[in-house]
């Protein structure tokens, strides 16, 4: 047991290899493009609106079609039924998005110059974090909008989850939800370091044997 463990600590401390840092230093760009796209799209259509409005939830704001205009129709309708507005003010817990992203931009650099397999095991486990939790927050949040409904609100509704992934129907609006490219350029980067990790594990497991 004490062998196999030596092994695996000296495996940790392996440099990687110079293919595996430039490929990280590869994988910065699609972090840094996240912030040129949206991460989420939550989007409504009714018979009083054939055309549909949406909202795109960036990292470090929130934007709708026909120029901003979607939005304000949107927490328009939210304010008969007692919903809060959507918007970056009641987005707030999300604000640490941003500077979560750029540090995992600064610690993919680090790992790339100068890091060892130890070090790339902390990035990959670090990232995941950060991309659990901000789903998480994102879902919490769309539970409270759905659940703490005014109660003098001009139309009483049921209070609902509303769509997270996919469509659901909400009173006689068919809402769906679903990622954009910005979430997909996080899932490029994290399915890229976990790619390196895994080619590192596989030469090491072959070189103990």
């Not at 304000?72 to 003010?89: Q, W």
């Not at 707030?92 to 998005?97: A, E, F, G, K, R």
């Amino acid at each position: 047991m004490k062998d196999a463990l030596d092994r695996f600590y000296h495996f940790l401390d392996q440099p990687l290899w110079p293919a595996a840092r430039l490929v990280l230093v590869a994988l910065v760009i699609p972090l840094i493009l996240t912030f040129s796209a949206p991460l989420w799209r939550i989007s409504l259509v009714a018979p009083q609106y054939p055309q549909g409005l949406y909202i795109d939830i960036h990292a470090h704001k929130v934007d709708g079609g026909h120029g901003g205009q979607d939005v304000r129709e949107i927490n328009t309708l939210n304010h008969y039924i007692g919903m809060h507005s959507i918007d970056r003010a009641a987005l707030t817990d999300l604000d640490w998005i941003p500077f979560a992203l750029g540090a995992l931009v600064l610690l993919t650099l680090r790992v790339a110059a100068i890091g060892d397999v130890r070090s790339l095991v902390d990035l990959v486990v670090i990232s995941g974090y950060v991309a659990s939790f901000a789903m998480a927050r994102f879902v919490y949040r769309l539970w409270v909008f759905g659940h703490e409904l005014a109660p003098e609100a001009p139309l009483k509704v049921a209070p609902f989850t509303p769509a997270i992934f996919g469509e659901k129907q909400v009173a006689n609006f068919a809402t769906r939800s679903f990622p954009q490219m910005g979430t997909a350029f996080v899932a490029l980067f994290l399915a890229g370091i976990v790619a390196v990790l895994a080619v590192h594990l596989v030469a090491g497991r072959r070189a103990a044997r």
